[in-house]
C-alpha cells in the first residue's frame, strides 16, 4: 500500500548528537536481511557454518561435522543441521571445536542417528552451546 515503508526512505538518527539521514536500506544492511546463508556439505567431513547446513548427497560412512571455532562467533548465532537422507546407516557425529560443550556444559559432541534428522543449535556464550 501506499503507507508501506520503501527502502528508499529515510529515518533521522542522533550519532552522539549529530544528526543523520538514513535510508532503509542501510538500516536493513545493519540488520541484515533475514535471509540465512546455506552450507552445503557432501560426503564427507566439515566444518559447519552459520546458518543452514545440508546435504547434496547420500554418506557412504559415519561422518564428523564440527561446530565453528568459537572466535568470531556471537551470542545468538544459530546453526541449523540437515541429515543425510540415510543418517540411520551412517549417523553423523556433532562435534565441538577445541573446548566448546553442547547443552548441558558437559558434552562435547552428539550424533545424529535418524534418516532426515535435523536440530538446531545456538551459540550462547563462550564456548558454549545450546540445543533448541
Not at 546463508?37 to 554418506?59: F, R
Not at 572466535?71 to 540437515?82: D, L, R, S, W
Not at 565441538?96 to 550462547?124: C, H, M, P, R, W
Request: no cysteine; net charge negative.
Amino acid at each position: 500500500s501506499a503507507s508501506d515503508i520503501a527502502s528508499s526512505d529515510e529515518l533521522l538518527i542522533s550519532d552522539a548528537g549529530t544528526i543523520k539521514r538514513v535510508a532503509m536500506s542501510g538500516i536493513k544492511t545493519f540488520i541484515g536481511n533475514g535471509v540465512a546463508p546455506v552450507n552445503t556439505i557432501g560426503d564427507a567431513n566439515a566444518t559447519l557454518a552459520v546458518g543452514i547446513n545440508v546435504t547434496s548427497a547420500d554418506a557412504t560412512a559415519p561422518r564428523t561435522w564440527t561446530l565453528p571455532a568459537s572466535a568470531g562467533m556471537t551470542a545468538g548465532e544459530a546453526i541449523i543441521i540437515k541429515a543425510y537422507a540415510n543418517a540411520g546407516e551412517h549417523a553423523i557425529t556433532i562435534a565441538g571445536s577445541g573446548d566448546q560443550t553442547i547443552d548441558d556444559g558437559s558434552t562435547s559432541s552428539f550424533k545424529l542417528e535418524s534418516d532426515n534428522a535435523a536440530v538446531t543449535l545456538y551459540y550462547a556464550t563462550d564456548d558454549f552451546w545450546v540445543i533448541v
